[in-house]
């Protein structure tokens, strides 16, 4: 009995060992031809046996599973001159293909050009919520993705409408996206273009080799030193954006016989006034990166430091009222002249040094075991002016323009309205741009210094929202004999965001008083409530003091997670789980008179346990036509900078603090033959449960407020689709395009409360359904031509988009506003729906062209130039955003009109690299 009991169980490994003998397995690698690097997250197929996959950190893939013959292997990915080649598999036999060297076709630095746009992107809290953005996945393998991310940037284009928080960002393995945002912070690796450059993506919510995914897709940026060919590059440029001057110089050792590998780049951009007024420019980045290889490659470990400290001026949004009357698209409101030198009041400086720690161990040529860890502390800080007592020192006030004196017809001064006008029409820059000498004038007359005791009426002041943060990671990766893979990953996390603000400049005044000014105001009699510190009441602030606000934020998660996927003839799929535990916790450090018992010491902490599922099937026509279907379900913890109603005054939460919940789904058919390739797609995306919140003025309570919407539930839904068309060797012709919606689907609750203590969880439905999510066009296409013929490349291409709306005011969804609107008074009603019809924007065509040569010379030297030249008619009038103010005046409907962001006209790109 003993011997049939070992017999049967002897009989399964038979079995597979029989089965792994029959089957054949092909391994190789792809590589840069002239650089001979490896070429990281292309496409391989075998046409015959229906089987694909993508290319690792190193290069390389691995088909398993295989029966004997002849197959055709392809490698079809954008920016890669397509390869086929017939491969002979014997029964049995484990195949190394010789190193394949491609053509990477498109020699554009589009990084560096991304990087000039993304960097003009404003971030102001209390106007537009914080508009971060990011380069969308460039180097994707994807056409739609890869030209989105490029062509519809200076659009603002997010694909499928979804925030950057709802994308991930790895560096060599190790998630980079910050615990308090959840958005990754690309200037950390500005003018780092030779050294970001390498790295793969995973499109959409698949799974890939480093990360369960997300729904906006995930991308790894690989800084390994041995991922670098050995050589240096030096580059130049010249823009005409926000710095006009760039330079990088990179070295690397390669992979040495030793095993040792170093890389180390430097590189800095600067310009003392963009191309915008007022604006500028000065940054400096490093990085370095050193790997050790031992067991013939088996074990690497490598360590990564870099960061972009950066100052820069600002360009602010404005009123179209303002632009019309400086005939100037880009009028910018944040400068004026001090003492004959510009002078912008929206500085940013921001540092965010990192390293990562990387360790990974090819168990074999199917496992490997990643792990890493990797802490940065984010330094951000942006000026901005305040003022106490005093008139309001922005040029484009609603009070100082022309229009507030033509409101009423049977009230207009035309003698004032006239001579403000031409104020501006002639652009006098004590009317039209910051008054600096008047700011120092009243601090410094003898009457206000007498009567305010030196304090300061008009000052500037930093906001400072600084992150520590560390993380620690494990990856697993087990590709089987039966083209089983399984992946798993666990992740800790912790972080501590610093959020304060600091006395940057006191204009002549000797000390600011910390007090509230809208406080001081509404509760005269009140000392204590005036104080923004009870610990230290009627304190001086000077120069670099803390006031105002000063808190912390702790957050702490883990998560595990794992993915199977398997491959069969006809049909593969993919099914995973996620499970998240998140806690964060604030401590204020200062006692607010306003709210004394919830405003200082550690508050209570709040902590989640979500999950998410998804799963996923491709059924194969053959080795060209795929259908696939993917479908994800699972919840999120609340964005801890959204829970808090007022978290620089306040421990307080939004009401029903909970877990939102994300369906995302998509069916797409995927083709991909000699000379035509590409993917139609449908998507759906339900959001539920999601928080926002806006922070503006109240005129009617005249205070400083936070109006937050709990229970939102939106819906992403649309069609995508892009091809690419080959003529011949020299031709290529491609095309992307998108109709989608993405619109409010519930009327969710509004909570406002004011930082001045007077307004107190003032509760109120948001008539918010079916309007529109802002900050992204909803139709988009891209038609281009290219043109490669021995390393010269020319690309010619037309943009357009449409269904683009402005930021929606949820203040101006409230039916308390409107209760003395008459209905059959038509200037009544029209003004009710003025101010609650979003603000579609104009349809817009651009045109774009590059240039470009790459020239090889002895000694594997190579000469690169390129010239990219964007919105090539010059079309200043195209605007790519704006917001709703929360202010509203139901009498004058254009009182507090929008503003908005424009387009840059023509803009240049030229670059010229040396590599040896």
Request: aromatic share 14%.
């Amino acid at each position: 009995m003993r011997k049939k009991l070992y017999v049967l169980s002897l009989l399964p490994i038979c079995v597979q060992m029989a089965y792994a003998q029959q089957k054949a397995q092909l391994s190789g690698t792809l590589v840069d031809e002239k650089s001979k690097t490896p070429i990281i997250g292309a496409v391989v197929s075998l046409e015959k046996s229906k089987q694909r996959t993508t290319t690792g950190s190193d290069g390389g893939f691995v088909f398993v599973n295989l029966d004997a013959g002849e197959d055709q292997l392809v490698v079809n990915s954008a920016g890669i001159r397509p390869y086929r080649t017939t491969i002979t598999i014997n029964t049995g036999e484990s195949k190394k293909l010789p190193v394949i060297s491609l053509v990477q076709e498109n020699q554009i630095d589009v990084q560096s050009i991304l990087g000039v746009i993304n960097d003009d992107v404003l971030r102001d809290d209390e106007d537009v919520n914080g508009q971060d953005i990011r380069s969308t996945v460039i180097m994707s393998n994807d056409l739609y993705l890869n030209k989105a991310g490029f062509k519809l940037s200076p659009f603002r284009f997010r694909v499928r409408g979804y925030e950057p928080l709802f994308e991930q960002t790895y560096v060599n393995g190790v998630v980079a996206n910050d615990q308090y945002r959840r958005v990754f912070n690309y200037a950390s690796i500005g003018a780092l273009n030779d050294l970001t450059r390498n790295g793969d993506a995973v499109n959409y919510n698949n799974g890939g080799s480093y990360t369960f995914g997300a729904i906006g897709g995930a991308e790894n940026i690989n800084m390994r030193a041995s991922s670098y060919a050995k050589g240096g590059k030096v580059t130049g440029s010249y823009t005409n954006r926000n710095y006009y001057a760039r330079t990088m110089f990179s070295y690397s050792t390669g992979l040495m016989d030793n095993g040792w590998a170093f890389t180390g780049a430097i590189g800095g951009r600067y310009s003392d006034e963009g191309f915008i007024d007022g604006t500028s420019y000065q940054n400096i980045s490093y990085a370095l990166s050193i790997e050790k290889q031992w067991a013939k490659g088996a074990h690497s470990l490598s360590l990564v430091t870099y960061g972009s400290p950066v100052v820069r001026g600002q360009q602010g949004a404005s009123f179209q009222e303002a632009y019309d009357l400086t005939g100037n698209n880009l009028y910018n409101p944040n400068w004026g002249y001090q003492d004959g030198k510009v002078r912008n009041s929206r500085m940013v400086t921001a540092y965010d040094p990192t390293a990562v720690l990387s360790h990974i161990w090819k168990i074999d040529e199917k496992t490997s075991l990643t792990s890493g860890a990797l802490v940065h502390y984010g330094r951000y800080a942006g000026s901005a002016l305040n003022w106490y007592n005093a008139m309001d020192p922005r040029p484009d006030y609603y009070r100082y323009l022309p229009s507030y004196f033509s409101m009423d017809a049977s009230k207009t001064d035309t003698t004032t309205f006239d001579y403000y006008q031409n104020l501006w029409r002639s652009k006098d820059p004590n009317v039209t741009q910051i008054n600096w000498a008047e700011m120092y004038r009243q601090n410094m007359d003898p009457e206000n210094r007498r009567k305010y005791n030196g304090a300061a009426l008009y000052m500037v002041e930093k906001r400072h929202s600084d992150l520590l943060e560390g993380t620690i990671s494990s990856t697993f990766n087990k590709l089987y004999d039966n083209n089983m893979r399984l992946t798993a990953g666990v992740e800790a996390r912790r972080s501590r965001s610093y959020q304060y603000k600091t006395v940057a400049d006191l204009l002549g005044a000797d000390y600011v008083l910390d007090r509230d000014k809208f406080a001081e105001r509404d509760f005269p009699g009140n000392n204590d409530t005036k104080q923004n510190d009870l610990l230290y009441p009627d304190r001086k602030a000077y120069v670099d003091d803390i006031f105002g606000y000063d808190f912390n934020m702790d957050i702490n998660a883990v998560s595990a997670w794992v993915m199977n996927s398997y491959q069969t003839h006809a049909l593969d799929f993919f099914y995973g789980a996620k499970f998240t535990y998140t806690d964060f916790q604030r401590q204020g450090n200062m006692m607010n008179g306003r709210f004394p018992d919830t405003s200082y010491g550690k508050g209570a902490k709040y902590s989640f346990t979500d999950f998410v599922f998804k799963g996923g099937a491709t059924y194969k026509f053959n080795g060209r036509h795929f259908l696939t279907a993917n479908i994800s379900y699972g919840t999120e913890a609340p964005i801890p900078d959204r829970a808090y109603v007022m978290p620089r005054v306040t421990e307080q939460v939004v009401k029903g603090l909970s877990s939102s919940k994300i369906f995302a789904t998509d069916i797409n058919y995927v083709f991909s033959m000699p000379r035509l390739s590409g993917r139609v797609s449908l998507f759906q995306t339900n959001f539920y449960n999601q928080l926002e919140r806006m922070a503006f003025y109240h005129d009617s309570q005249r205070t400083f407020v936070y109006h937050n919407l709990v229970g939102v539930d939106k819906v992403h839904h649309g069609i995508e689709a892009a091809a690419t068309y080959r003529l011949n060797d020299n031709w290529s012709f491609d095309f992307m395009g998108t109709m989608a919606e993405y619109y409010y689907n519930n009327n969710p609750t509004g909570i406002m409360n004011s930082e001045n203590g007077k307004v107190v969880d003032a509760e109120e439905k948001v008539y918010m359904k079916n309007l529109h999510v802002s900050g992204t066009p909803q139709f988009a296409g891209v038609l281009s031509a290219r043109y490669f013929q021995n390393y010269w490349f020319f690309e010619l291409s037309a943009n357009a988009v449409a269904r683009n709306y402005i930021s929606a005011s949820a203040m101006r969804r409230l039916a308390s506003n409107y209760e003395n609107v008459n209905p059959n008074d038509d200037a009544s009603y029209n003004a009710y729906k003025e101010l609650t019809t979003q603000e579609r924007l104009s349809d817009a065509v651009t045109m774009d062209a590059s240039i470009g040569k790459l020239v090889y010379l002895k000694n594997k030297q190579a000469l690169n130039l390129s010239l990219s030249v964007m919105n090539l008619l010059n079309n200043k009038n195209i605007r790519t955003g704006g917001y709703e103010q929360g202010r509203l005046d139901v009498t004058y409907p254009n009182r507090f009109a929008s503003r908005y962001f424009y387009m840059q006209g023509i803009n240049v790109f030229f670059n010229v690299s040396y590599r040896f």
